[in-house]
């Protein structure tokens, strides 16, 4: 598993989801497999989501640090 993590780019909450998912697999009857693939497809949607809105803040923050930063430099240089 550690592969998962060293050479895609998910993350860590993402592999230990799948690793839950594929430990339950084959160890109970057939609608309840289908449950816990549901239930695993939500949680990774949920991170996704999370994931997504995190790249969006601090992709704002670093635009605006690196406006501050470029202005600074250019006063600097005047």
């Given at each position: 598993?550690?592969?998962?993590f060293?050479?895609t780019?998910?993350?860590?909450?993402?592999?230990?989801?799948?690793?839950?998912?594929?430990l339950t697999?084959?160890?109970?009857?057939?609608?309840?497999?289908?449950?816990?693939?549901d239930?695993s497809?939500e949680?990774?949607?949920?991170?996704?989501?999370?994931?997504?809105?995190?790249?969006?803040?601090k992709?704002?923050?670093?635009?605006?640090l690196?406006?501050?930063?470029?202005?600074?430099?250019?006063?600097i240089l005047?």
């Open positions: 598993m550690q592969i998962l060293k050479e780019y998910l993350q860590e909450k993402e592999v230990d989801e799948l690793k839950k998912l594929l697999l084959g160890r109970s009857d057939i609608d309840s497999q289908a449950r816990m693939i239930l497809i949680n990774l949607k949920k991170i996704t989501t999370e994931t997504k809105e995190d790249v969006e803040k992709g704002m923050v670093y635009r605006k690196s406006t501050v930063i470029g202005i600074a430099i250019g006063i005047i």
